[in-house]
């Protein structure tokens, strides 16, 4: 269970992962020793499940990211496991997730342009991944980056 002194650490390393840890433990009133102990704690558990810094995909050359729902040919083993592996070794994609409704994934895409878009979803993605459909959405601009987890209040 979370007391409210792990949910400080936590809202400040979601935004701040690489803080020292006597500027963590000043923030939320803890001497280091236990400070350290705790995130050691949270990282054991999985709560913490590792560090990164966040990157601006324009400077990086990927000016085109798009939300791509897709909609498998069948739901066997073998063409979800084909997806499965074509996804999780295609660069391109972000993230990936499952969903409910009439669509089965939905992936975060990151491309140079809309050629390399094109190149993934016509020459990859619907050539090798037993794909039926595909719906995208180009981002235009971002309103609410990442800015982590919602964490409860606690009052203990």
Same mark, same amino acid.
């Given at each position: 269970?979370?007391?409210?002194?792990?949910?400080?650490?936590?809202?400040?390393?979601?935004?701040?992962?690489?803080?020292?840890?006597?500027?963590?433990?000043?923030?939320?009133?803890?001497?280091?020793?236990?400070?350290?102990?705790?995130?050691? !704690?949270?990282?054991?558990?999985?709560?913490?499940?590792?560090?990164?810094?966040?990157?601006?995909?324009?400077?990086?050359g990927?000016?085109? !990211?798009?939300?791509?729902?897709?909609?498998?040919?069948?739901?066997?083993?073998?063409?979800?496991?084909?997806?499965?592996?074509?996804?999780?070794?295609?660069?391109?994609?972000?993230?990936?997730?499952?969903?409910?409704?009439?669509?089965?994934?939905?992936l975060?895409?990151?491309?140079?342009?809309?050629?390399?878009?094109?190149?993934?979803?016509?020459?990859?993605?619907?050539?090798?991944?037993?794909?039926?459909?595909?719906?995208?959405?180009?981002?235009?601009?971002t309103?609410?980056?990442?800015?982590?987890?919602?964490?409860?209040?606690?009052?203990?």
């Amino acid at each position: 269970m979370l007391d409210r002194t792990d949910l400080k650490i936590l809202t400040v390393l979601q935004r701040e992962g690489r803080i020292s840890n006597s500027e963590l433990a000043e923030r939320v009133a803890l001497t280091p020793a236990p400070c350290l102990r705790r995130v050691q !704690r949270l990282e054991q558990a999985g709560v913490i499940e590792g560090y990164g810094a966040r990157l601006d995909p324009r400077r990086l050359g990927l000016g085109l !990211r798009a939300f791509v729902r897709v909609q498998l040919e069948t739901h066997d083993a073998d063409h979800v496991q084909r997806f499965a592996e074509l996804v999780g070794s295609a660069e391109e994609v972000v993230a990936c997730w499952s969903l409910t409704g009439e669509m089965d994934y939905l992936l975060q895409v990151a491309v140079t342009n809309l050629d390399h878009y094109n190149d993934f979803i016509m020459g990859r993605l619907l050539r090798e991944g037993g794909v039926r459909d595909v719906n995208s959405s180009f981002v235009l601009g971002t309103i609410k980056p990442d800015q982590g987890l919602p964490l409860p209040a606690r009052s203990d």
